[in-house]
């Protein structure tokens, strides 16, 4: 099983960005919280990263995914979330499963509303919101459990 984890804008220098809001930890730690959430079933799976600022680099890397048979796909599209017709476009056809995830719980940052809406919440089959760099782990269990 391929589960593609894909990150959009400002996900690049994780670790590093508002820590206060996006914790202190680097994409590089997913694996191993992988382990510790999915234990034995996620082995064998093959997590295959992509991060981009680009909106069209996506979509693009989402029609690729399609074309490799990819399995599931576990997405955190930063702000696009917010505003992307396309990306929900392109999930509303590629016919991957897809999981939703943020890092930060964007409902309880009330001070901003416009993080309480996802324009891609009605492509995917479930959010995960606010349980830090674990809703990536999170995620592929669901996509494992989902497939078993
Ligand atoms: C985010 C929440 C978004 O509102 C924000 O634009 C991000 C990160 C999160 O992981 O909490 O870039 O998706």
Same mark, same amino acid.
């Given at each position: ?67 490799? #048979?990819?399995?599931?796909? /576990?997405?955190?599209?930063?702000? @696009? $979330?917010?505003?992307? !017709? %396309?990306? *929900?476009?392109? &999930? ?29 919440? #009605?492509?995917?089959?479930? /959010?995960?919101?606010?349980?830090? @760099? $674990?809703?990536?782990? !999170? %995620?592929? *269990?669901?996509? &494992?459990?989902?497939?078993?």
């Amino acid at each position: 099983m391929r589960i593609l984890v894909m990150n959009g804008p400002n996900l690049g220098a994780l670790g590093e960005r508002q820590p206060e809001i996006y914790g202190s930890q680097g994409m590089d730690a997913l694996p191993a919280l992988v382990r510790a959430v999915c234990g034995g079933s996620a082995d064998g799976v093959d997590l295959v990263f992509y991060q981009s600022n680009h909106e069209g680099e996506l979509l693009d890397r989402l029609e690729a995914a399609r074309r490799e #048979g990819v399995d599931g796909i /576990v997405l955190n599209a930063g702000a @696009l $979330t917010h505003t992307s !017709l %396309a990306l *929900a476009d392109c &999930l509303a056809w590629i016919g991957i499963p897809c999981v939703e995830v943020h890092i930060s719980n964007v409902f309880a940052r009330t001070d901003q509303p416009l993080r309480r809406q996802s324009l891609i919440g #009605g492509q995917v089959i479930g /959010v995960i919101a606010g349980f830090g @760099l $674990t809703g990536y782990a !999170l %995620a592929v *269990a669901a996509l &494992l459990q989902r497939r078993a």
